[in-house]
């Protein structure tokens, strides 16, 4: 694994291009048959099938107030496993929870993603389970 790789560099400009909004050059990076595998107990969990529903998906994370910071990202030819601290701060709440991303990539772009929270309560908080 290699923090230097190609594909945690293709991840890191991803997480940077999620935060400014700039869904057209996310297009670039993330393939139009995307799957994430979102777990929990709250609204948004599932299976997210295809880019446009990811976006979709995406469109949804701004009224949750919804915060994405790397720890520490690393790759191979085929993978990026991203460590990250996801939060949510909103009127009546404030959540935080540190989560390791597993993800398949394939020719520079993102085709799958795996979360697993650190602490599943702060998980659902996030995405507002009650």
């Known amino acids: 694994m290699?923090?230097?790789h190609p594909n945690a560099v293709v991840y890191k400009k991803t997480a940077e291009l999620f935060r400014s909004g700039d869904r057209k050059a996310l297009q670039e990076l993330i393939d139009e048959e995307v799957v994430w595998?979102?777990?929990g107990d709250h609204q948004m969990a599932g299976d997210i099938r295809g880019r446009t529903a990811l976006f979709e998906w995406f469109g949804k994370l701004g009224d949750l107030g919804f915060?994405?910071?790397e720890h520490d990202?690393?790759?191979s030819d085929e993978h990026v496993?991203?460590?990250s601290i996801m939060s949510a701060e909103r009127p009546g709440l404030r959540a935080e929870t540190?989560?390791?991303?597993i993800f398949h990539y394939r020719n520079g772009r993102q085709?799958?993603?795996w979360f697993y929270p650190e602490d599943r309560s702060e998980w659902?908080?996030?995405?507002g389970a009650p």
């Open 81 to 83: 496993c991203a460590l």
């Open 73 to 75: 990202v690393f790759a």
């Open 67 to 69: 915060r994405l910071s």
């Open 98 to 101: 540190r989560v390791v991303s």
């Open 111 to 113: 085709l799958e993603r």
């Open 124 to 127: 659902n908080r996030i995405f």
């Open 37 to 39: 595998h979102v777990p």
């Open 2 to 4: 290699d923090m230097d």
